[in-house]
């Protein structure tokens, strides 16, 4: 009688796995489900689902996936923490940045992942105390989110800067390393560091910074 007990049990509780198991694959997004993803190339599509499928970036909307949308400052704080491998606290409650809440009902699940990255020297705030997460993330963080994603802080700061007057002094090394690793980002005029990412230079940049992926 015990013995039939476990396992009805164990029917159980392989039939409730099962059927998450289920409900998990069912709510998978691939680049079929996005409708601005219709007529794109089969390349692009490729890259989209590669990086859906490993959890590291996800639609605007259910039906969206905004490819030429911009994206948050903490939205790629989590991309970057993903990429790069380094080690989160997903139960961690409290910001060193104090507009970094856990509450907050849009960027709050991306704390822990803020806090991974200050603690692994990738980011800093726009100030001691405030890191703007809600900010759109520009063209010369996107370079310093890059370059020190990939362990190259120092190299960057040995790193001659240019004249070009649209990148921010404290940027001009990164992008200029940048510029170097990553072909996509250079153009025959000015970098304009202050323009707003896409979200798809953001999938060329998991390539970059996953490379072992």
Known sequence: MQRKSLLICLYIVLSIIIANTGIHAAD????????????????????????????FIQGVSEEWFGLNETITRSE?????????????NSTLKTSSFNDVKADDPVIGYTL????????????EGIAIDR??????????QFAVF????????????????????????????????????FPYLRSDGFYNGSVPISRQMVLLGLDDLTIEY
Not at 76 to 88: D, R, S, W
Not at 147 to 158: I, N, P, S, Y
């Open 28 to 55: 998978a997004k691939t680049s079929a489900d996005f409708k601005d993803l219709n007529d794109m190339d089969v390349p692009t599509k490729a890259k989209v689902d590669k990086w859906l499928s490993a959890g």
């Open 112 to 123: 822990p992942y803020i806090e991974a990255l200050r603690q692994a020297g990738v980011i």
């Open 146 to 181: 890059m370059v020190r994603g990939l362990g190259k802080d120092a190299e960057a700061k040995q790193t001659q800067g240019g004249n070009d007057e649209t990148i921010s002094h404290y940027a001009k090394g990164y992008v200029a390393l940048a510029l170097k690793l």
């Open 131 to 140: 890191f703007n997460p809600s900010g759109e993330v520009t063209k010369e």
């Open 76 to 88: 790629f704080a989590k991309i970057v923490a993903l990429a790069v491998g380094v080690e989160i």
